[in-house]
């Protein structure tokens, strides 16, 4: 079961998104556009941030994130 790990930076207008432990970067690499692709020491994609991001308010509450889900 991978585990995916969505967070979302309201300050920082960041969303990232980890399929692996973010603690295993080692290589960040923007691809363009405010794409950003994070690496591990063996340059396998473990996740992506995306900046200039704003999620909608709903109820007049921030979003609810961080969230955490699991893909079988």
């Known amino acids: 079961?991978?585990?995916?790990?969505?967070?979302?930076?309201?300050?920082?207008?960041?969303?990232?998104?980890?399929?692996?432990d973010p603690k295993k970067e080692v290589v960040s690499e923007e691809v363009g556009d405010g794409t950003i692709v994070n690496k591990d020491k063996n340059?396998?994609?473990?996740?992506?941030?995306?900046l200039y991001i704003t999620l909608p308010k709903q109820s007049g509450k921030n979003p609810s994130l961080p969230i955490e889900f699991s893909i079988t």
Do not use: A, N, P
């Open 1 to 20: 079961m991978t585990k995916i790990k969505v967070y979302y930076d309201e300050k920082g207008k960041t969303l990232s998104v980890w399929f692996d």
């Open 43 to 50: 340059g396998r994609v473990i996740g992506i941030e995306r």
